[in-house]
């Protein structure tokens, strides 16, 4: 199992632009989800998702959206680019969104914007 | 609601001595509490869970955690620091209770430095 991937691992985007970060899982899992980790911030959850054609916010949603096609992939995009969005970019997965089930994550996408 | 505080921003130990790495949680219900570890330029490496059960759980690289339910604590030890333990440990919890979200929330995390 190549377990969760993340591509690119590195982007700079200008403002203004827009792209999309990859994410897939080869473990079946149910739940998805995106978080950005700034410094002194922790982990804060951008979206998620509990299955295929299902997502919803996290707590900070806003300039990104993402889609589940299917139980394997879950993009997410940045609509226009702004400094502000500069972070690291982890996508994790777990079996199911309840219960006790750990996440797995990739390796991260370290994004710049200028 | 759930929450998860890590108190120390940075704990520095030397090697060979014991380790402790703090971490306390608010939920409505009861917990399901998670250690996560991230080395440099990695993503989260999964360490320990507490789901229910005895209060001491025993977790990957000799790492355990305390679940306290008094003090609402999930304390990260290891009896011997080694040099390679330092990282960055973030605790998490899920409220058994979830209302519908099942989201874990993450503390801000603890860098773990161990001197030789």
């Known amino acids: 199992n190549a377990g969760v991937t993340q591509t690119p691992k590195f982007q700079v985007l200008k403002t203004g632009q827009s792209m999309t970060l990859q994410c897939a899982q080869d473990m079946n899992h149910e739940y998805m989800s995106w978080y950005r980790q700034d410094p002194g911030m922790g982990l804060r959850l951008i979206h998620y998702?509990?299955?295929?054609?299902?997502?919803d916010q996290g707590e900070v949603p806003n300039g990104y959206n993402v889609s589940r096609s299917t139980t394997e992939d879950f993009p997410l995009r940045l609509l226009s680019a702004a400094p502000s969005q500069t972070s690291v970019y982890f996508c994790?997965?777990?079996?199911?969104?309840?219960?006790?089930?750990?996440?797995?994550f990739g390796p991260g996408t370290r994004l710049t914007v200028t | 609601a759930q929450s998860v505080a890590q108190p120390e921003d940075q704990v520095n130990v030397a090697e060979g001595n014991p380790l402790t790495v703090k971490c306390t949680y608010s939920v409505s219900g009861n917990p399901y509490l998670f250690w996560y570890v991230q080395y440099p330029n990695r993503g989260l490496q999964f360490l320990l869970k507490?789901?229910?059960?005895?209060?001491l759980v025993k977790g990957s690289y000799g790492f355990e955690a305390e679940f306290n339910k008094s003090q609402t604590s999930f304390h990260l030890k290891k009896p011997s620091a080694l040099v390679s333990d330092s990282a960055l440990y973030f605790c998490a919890v899920r409220d058994m209770k979830g209302g519908g979200s099942y989201i874990p929330t993450f503390g801000r995390g603890t860098s773990l430095i161990v001197h030789p």
């Open positions: 994790a997965s777990s079996y199911s969104p309840q219960g006790s089930y750990e996440q797995y």
């Open positions: 998702s509990v299955g295929a054609g299902i997502t």
């Open positions: 507490y789901i229910t059960g005895d209060n």
